[in-house]
């Protein structure tokens, strides 16, 4: 690393203020702080000392998020071999999932880093390293089949109008990674509903054995499939068609563990998720009017992206509510429509997505009303201190 140190010093002058390449300033100053931690530090002023920046909870993020990136792996491999009437192997069925995912996160980093580039240059500021987990989201959050230009126009369309015409990392109103999804959904909605596009080979000629489908829990319920569905326990495990990275609800516990015991996921948001998840659940339980009201409430939890957005998506500390109270009422809310758009509204089977994006938009109205309401508690014991006499 000293031998890299030194030729990163030894070119550094260059890109600085009056070197030939000045005007790839941030770049070089993005790639610089990607492989080293900054030199800079705070000489006077009041600031505050602590050693968790950007950088260290972006990573952070990106580890907690390797279990799904495994795992998914392996189910896309799982999958597609089932497809065709074969018994993979794990490192078989691990492999050809890798070679299927590795150009979706390619694309997704070289659109959405080099959108980013060149917005820092465009304003003059250095590049932050929020895309580092956006990036690995939004393969994690696509059908395996989806095409490698859509899923760059995607990219750019949430990078570009849910991002930077905010202001940049930090400034969005609304969760980047969902943006994208959000984008396919309504432009292209045959590459992200139907039984074909969540198995790789199905949408590519390859020949399926007769009985099998690359339908989701979700679309069958759409459909009125309940005594298809798979078991729970299967669900919970993941071995089922489905996105990347949204299948395995352990996985995406060992990712929350990590989140939580850093301190970089909120767990107020996490478990009011759930809670409203439970609760409407198990109040159309009680209504009952339909097969779909009559589900296990718990069938919910492990069905769909429900799991892989209560951790990672309504738990982005930009999009989402910042007062701890607000972060009960964010995160409950998104846990009640969720359940309640999904089971209500079929042409909308994965209501994660716009239960958080919906609430992404009503954020900050939760945190004004949350503020207004300390300010006259504090007020109006400030006036009952005053009318007694009470110091």
Not at 76 to 81: E, K, P, Y
Not at 279 to 296: K, Q
Not at 308 to 320: N, W
Request: some cysteine; aromatic content about 12%; overall charge positive.
């Amino acid at each position: 690393m000293d031998f890299l140190r030194k030729k990163i010093d030894k070119l550094k002058p260059h890109f600085t203020k009056g070197g030939k390449f000045e005007k790839l300033q941030s770049v070089f100053e993005g790639f610089e702080s990607f492989l080293f931690v900054s030199d800079k530090v705070t000489r006077k002023g009041s600031h505050i000392r602590d050693s968790v920046d950007l950088k260290r909870t972006m990573t952070v993020v990106i580890i907690a998020l390797i279990p799904a990136l495994l795992f998914g792996c392996y189910n896309i491999g799982l999958q597609h071999f089932r497809s065709v009437g074969t018994d993979p192997a794990l490192f078989q069925a691990f492999w050809f999932g890798f070679i299927k995912l590795l150009p979706l996160i390619i694309v997704s980093y070289v659109v959405g880093l080099g959108i980013e580039f060149i917005a820092a240059q465009i304003r003059g500021h250095e590049i932050n390293e929020g895309y580092l987990v956006t990036g690995l989201l939004i393969p994690l959050i696509m059908p395996i089949d989806v095409p490698l230009w859509m899923l760059a126009l995607a990219v750019a369309f949430s990078v570009i109008l849910g991002k930077e015409v905010f202001g940049g990392t930090g400034m969005n109103v609304f969760n980047p990674a969902l943006l994208a999804r959000a984008f396919i959904f309504f432009s292209y909605p045959g590459w992200m509903t139907g039984d074909n596009v969540w198995t790789e080979g199905l949408t590519t000629g390859i020949n399926v054995i007769d009985g099998y489908s690359g339908a989701t829990p979700l679309s069958m319920l759409a459909t009125g499939e309940v005594s298809n569905l798979p078991s729970f326990m299967q669900m919970f495990i993941g071995t089922i068609p489905g996105s990347v990275g949204e299948t395995s609800v352990i996985a995406i516990l060992i990712g929350a563990a990590i989140l939580l015991i850093t301190g970089v996921g909120s767990w107020k948001i996490m478990l009011s998720v759930l809670a409203g998840g439970i609760g409407m659940g198990l109040l159309l339980n009680a209504l009952s009017v339909n097969e779909y009201m009559e589900l296990p409430f718990y069938y919910h939890l492990a069905m769909g992206g429900f799991a892989f957005g209560a951790v990672f998506m309504a738990t982005d500390p930009v999009s989402g509510a910042q007062t701890e109270i607000g972060k009960w009422i964010y995160g409950f809310l998104i846990g009640i429509l969720s359940i309640l758009i999904r089971v209500l509204n079929p042409a909308y089977p994965e209501a994660v997505m716009l239960a958080i994006l919906f609430m992404n938009a009503f954020a900050p109205l939760i945190d004004y009303y949350v503020v207004q309401s300390n300010i006259k508690r504090r007020l109006k014991r400030a006036k009952v201190t005053l009318n007694t006499g009470v110091k």
